[in-house]
């Protein structure tokens, strides 16, 4: 499976914005990967964020965050981007990335993960 690697979290106040890159290592490519957002927060499980389809043509999002996430992706970069915009303190977590044979919301339908990268928004 192809390895992900994360980056962009950080610290932002509310109403903020932040873009979290996930890039393919070692040249490798996200052509044919469906690829997903998901998150955990502090003392929660595991949530749906969002996901895209293979060529980027299908977004998909969980109802807190429509409106003010865009996964988006550059399959000749080999990176999936997640733009976080009117940021709340409720999103803060720790983000992974995701990558599949299919586009879904369910965790266990993908097969590689990101290391995670934290994001903290304070109020």
């Known amino acids: 499976q192809v390895q992900l690697v994360e980056s962009g979290g950080g610290l932002v106040q509310a109403g903020g914005s932040l873009r979290l890159s996930c890039a393919a290592a070692?040249?490798?490519?996200?052509?044919?990967?469906?690829m997903g957002w998901f998150r955990q927060p502090p003392g929660k499980e595991r949530e749906f964020v969002a996901a895209?389809?293979?060529?980027?043509?299908?977004?998909y999002y969980a109802e807190p965050v429509k409106g003010r996430f865009t996964i988006s992706r550059d399959n000749t970069k080999a990176t999936v981007y997640l733009q976080m915009n009117s940021m709340k303190p409720e999103d803060t977590a720790v983000y992974y990335c995701?990558?599949?044979?299919?586009?879904?919301?369910?965790?266990?339908?993908?097969?590689?993960w990101g290391q995670g990268t934290q994001v903290t928004v304070s109020s």
């Open positions: 895209i389809s293979q060529s980027g043509g299908s977004t």
């Open positions: 995701a990558g599949g044979f299919v586009t879904s919301q369910v965790a266990p339908r993908y097969h590689a």
């Open positions: 070692s040249g490798r490519t996200l052509r044919g990967y469906h």
